[in-house]
């Protein structure tokens, strides 16, 4: 069992930046992929960025690339998510997640434990 709590959601101007945190509680955290994901208001949850066990592979959604980055520090049980440049539209709820195997990285349903989100909301 993997508990995930998020924090480091705020309100930001577009330009800006915040470095969401997820702390995992479980010994198998070290040895499963990450993710985080985000919805806006009445859209569908959506995939952000991930990062395998060790960290040596992130994967990202085109439109974040170069702005997000994703990291993880298996001795903290922390996962994190540095977003620079950020814009109206990465307004949402921003969930964390942990996946036992890391098939599809890029799916929701690879992943077993979610957290409960933080708010994200960058003013234009």
């Known amino acids: 069992q993997v508990q995930l709590v998020e924090s480091g959601g705020g309100l930001v101007q577009a330009g800006g930046s915040l470095r969401l945190s997820c702390a995992a509680s479980?010994?198998?955290?070290?040895?499963?992929?990450m993710g985080w994901f985000r919805q806006a208001q009445g859209k569908e949850r959506e995939f952000v960025a991930a990062i395998n066990w060790s960290g040596g592979s992130t994967y990202y959604r085109d439109s974040v690339k170069g702005r997000f980055t994703i990291s993880r520090d298996n001795v903290k049980n922390t996962v994190y998510l540095q977003m620079n440049s950020l814009k109206p539209e990465d307004t949402a709820v921003y969930y964390c997640?942990?996946?036992?195997?890391?098939?599809?990285?890029?799916?929701?349903?690879?992943?077993?434990?979610w957290g409960q989100g933080t708010q994200v909301t960058v003013s234009s």
């Open positions: 997640a942990a996946a036992k195997y890391s098939d599809n990285l890029y799916a929701k349903g690879t992943y077993n434990y």
């Open positions: 479980g010994r198998t955290f070290s040895s499963g992929s």
